[in-house]
């Protein structure tokens, strides 16, 4: 799995469909057939990512949001961009 650089340029892929349905945001990819449902955090992620960012502008953004230190938050980040860029979801320059 990659390891996210701090200048790393995050954006969503612009392939999926994404709907908002109560507390949830579904995303469906029509060329892999998959569809992902996204909640809290994850969720909040995907929202900032609507507008491409560095990993640690991205870093910085949910420090402040959820009051964690930036070791563990940069952590648990490198984990799911990596699931979500696995998945096709995540765009990276």
């Known amino acids: 799995m990659r390891h996210f650089k701090p200048d790393d340029r ?4 612009r392939e999926m469909l994404a709907t908002e349905l109560d507390q949830e945001t579904v995303l469906m990819s029509i060329d892999a057939g998959a569809y992902y449902g996204l909640a809290g955090t994850a969720r909040s992620i995907w929202g900032k990512l609507e507008t491409p960012l560095t990993f640690s502008a991205l870093v910085h953004e949910l420090v402040e949001e959820y009051k964690i230190t930036p070791e563990a938050c940069a952590a648990d980040l490198q984990r799911f961009l990596g699931t979500l860029e696995k998945e096709g979801l995540l765009r990276v320059e």
């Open 10 to 13: 995050l954006s969503r892929t």
